[in-house]
């Protein structure tokens, strides 16, 4: 009957406790990792201001990082936000289609509108963002459909899955389209937009990602505990007095921001938004009034690191960080499906 | 059809599967809008009443419910608070002295640091009724509250119902198919079939043994209880001529 694995235990920690080891590891990680990279740098030089050491320090290593805590932050969060949404640890903007949704409207965007995407740095970001929520659109309206007209059942794991697979799938072949039929040439730069990574992540993209990516987290927060309920189903929250349409509908503009706002920099890093609410949740609980901050700090610091090995590796090559988080991620994923398939037998 | 309620009722909607119980007690909670007609609360179109508002004044515990995230049962009876709090959903002490005195009225204090999903049904629908009544609400509405549990469960879960009823006044509306509850608890039944209704009165003169037969195609027999009350067992065993 009792499935001790539906029960985590939260830790011996208690919640501000917890918070302060969560804040400890992230600011660690911000630190240390610009230290490390292929290029050895002279730390005196660097730290003069002026010369290449310093170059590659400030212009290349500590943009690079902080697009990192960045982008590690906005996925996980949205990871969370998708959760409570869907009612379903499985959902994240990888697996829902939202990242590919939005790479395709950056890459619809560089392709279609090169001139204005050049001037105007919202271009990028704003065809990303409707990319993005195009498919969380079709993926919920699918996943609704095949729950059929009851109210009160949570939306169907497999049909949200598979459509959210499918729909990632068939945007990354338009992507790969788009890009043969436009200019083959540059066809090598279209990796990113596949298997995302931070290579080219530079200063002038961490102002455009980082505000709409902070309003969003900061309406998410303030939505924390009207998804607090949501996470019990739509009928219980509904009768203990959620405004559901309204949270719905900016729970969902709000992931699709934090989604599509780094994801048109970064292309598509998948498993963020699944593994890193786990953890969170098994130090912080439930609240997302604590859920939410604490994913934040912790993706942050995973995917620092993460990209910090990805590029340190196989130096002077560079593992796309996307391949390094989808090879934990994929396992995690088939370790949380088969949970939850088990939970449904016993 | 048209039905009204006054405070500090106890009424059972009876009637065979499908006939549009829990539809209405959906209805009646905000879960469902109504596609025609109106539902009034206090004059007051429940369509124009905000979702807060509605919840503390009408509490609903469905049937059971499936948390996607593990909830101990003092959160789940802290989340009845929702609608009292302020935009950030802090618990002052007064919530949480309110919560404590619910899961206690309830019977489920001991309950109160263990998961939901590790308690039987019983203590879940006790811990559903404490959620219910955290929201401090004027009107409790059940629906179907004690479909999956055994007989002393059932009889501990409505002896706190009736409870409430009595002592703090609340009006109580519930969805049921289980003649004898009706029996034992309403004041008034309000017996459905095929989306009608076809008797509303106090227990006593809806559930006769003729109209019964009707809606049910069962023949069920009296027998009295005292106290006015009484209880509806087979006029035959199965197999026996009538």
Known sequence: MIN??????????????????????????????????????????????????????????????????????????AGVAFQALLGNPLADPFT??????????????????????????GTVPLAAFLGGLASVALVYGLARAARGPETGAPLSPAALLLAGITVNYFFNALILLAFYAVDFSRSTSLMRWILGGLDVADRSALAPAFWPSAAAFLALWLLSPALNLLSGGEEIARSKGVNLRATILWTFLAASV??????????????????????????????????????????????????????????????????????????????????????KVS | MSLSFEPGDFTAFLGPNGAGKSTLLKLFAGLLSPTAGRILLEGKDLSEVS???????????????????????????????????????????????????????????????????????GERQRVLLASALAQDPRVLLLDEPTLSLDPGHQDQFFRVVRHLHRKRGLTVLMATHELNLAATYADRVVLLSEGKIQADDEPDSVL?????????????????????RFQLIPAAFPGDKP
């Not at chain 1, 590659?56 to 943009?63: A, C, G, K, Q």
């Not at chain 1, 279609?112 to 995407?117: E, F, G």
Request: glycine share 10%; proline share 6%; charged share 15%.
């Open chain 2, 51 to 121: 979702p807060k508002e509605r919840a503390r004044f009408l509490a609903y515990v469905p049937q059971g419910l499936h948390y996607a995230f593990p909830l101990t049962a003092r959160d789940c009876v802290a989340q009845g608070r929702y609608a009292h709090l302020d935009w950030f959903g802090r618990l002052s002490r007064t919530d949480r002295t309110l919560c404590d005195q619910a899961l206690e009225l309830c019977d489920a204090a001991s309950l109160a640091d263990r998961w939901l999903e590790e308690l039987s049904g």
């Open chain 1, 4 to 77: 001790p694995m539906t029960v985590p235990e939260r830790r011996g920690l208690s919640r501000p406790a917890a918070m302060g080891w969560i804040i400890l590891v992230f600011l660690a990680a911000a630190l240390a990792c610009p230290f490390w990279g292929p290029t050895s740098v002279n730390w005196t030089a660097a730290f003069s201001g002026t010369g290449s050491d310093a170059q590659v320090f400030l212009d290349i290593r500590v943009p690079r990082v902080a697009m990192a805590l960045l982008t590690g932050a906005s996925l996980s969060v």
């Open chain 1, 96 to 121: 829902l289609g939202v990242a590919g949704g939005s790479s395709l409207g950056a890459v619809a965007a560089l392709l279609l509108l090169p001139s204005l995407s050049a001037q105007f740095t």
């Open chain 2, 208 to 228: 006769t043994a003729g109209r019964i037969h009707r809606t049910f195609g069962v023949r069920l027999r009296r027998v009295r209880m005292g106290k006015g």
């Open chain 1, 258 to 343: 934090l989604t599509s706002s780094v994801t048109a920099f970064t292309g598509p890093i998948g498993f963020i938004g699944l593994m890193v609410p786990h953890a969170a949740r098994k130090f912080l609980g439930h609240d997302h009034r604590w859920l939410l901050p604490g994913s934040a700090l912790l993706g942050g610091a995973f995917l620092a690191l993460a990209d910090t090995a990805a590029r340190t590796w196989f130096a002077p090559a560079e593992l796309p960080v996307a391949a390094l988080t989808a090879l934990l991620g994929g396992p995690f994923f088939l370790f949380l499906l088969f949970r939850q398939f088990q939970n």
